[in-house]
């Protein structure tokens, strides 16, 4: 099972952009489906983006898509996930995932996860 930690969160602006990164190790990284999940206190995780083992399959949630871009380095066991235009309403803890499934890693229900990352954004 692979070890996952996120790195690049903070306090933004609307407006602004960020980009989160996500570090893998003790997996085979570049055969696992990896994506982003987010979370907000009392809810459930929310799917944010995806990206298949071939970097060119990324899938995104209606929200995020045409400001958010996932994008994967398997020679350096990265997944990042760059934010753009960013909203009050994409305040959450954001978690990187990862699986052998596509359908897992979309569900927010991948069998690695990280600790999280907090995205504050200010109006």
Not at 106 to 113: A, D, P, Q, T, Y
Request: proline share 2%.
């Amino acid at each position: 099972q692979v070890q996952l930690t996120e790195s690049g969160g903070g306090l933004v602006q609307a407006g602004d952009s960020r980009r989160l990164s996500c570090v893998a190790s003790g997996g085979t990284f570049s055969t696992l489906v990896v994506g982003w999940c987010r979370q907000v206190p009392g809810k459930g995780r929310e799917f944010v983006a995806s990206i298949r083992e071939n970097p060119d399959g990324t899938y995104y949630a209606p929200s995020v898509k045409d400001r958010f871009t996932i994008s994967r380095d398997n020679a350096k066991n990265t997944v990042h996930l760059q934010m753009n235009n960013l909203m009050t309403e994409d305040t959450a803890v954001y978690y990187c995932a990862a699986d052998s499934l596509f359908a897992r890693v979309v569900l927010c229900k991948g069998n690695s996860w990280g600790q999280g990352t907090q995205i504050t954004v200010s109006s």
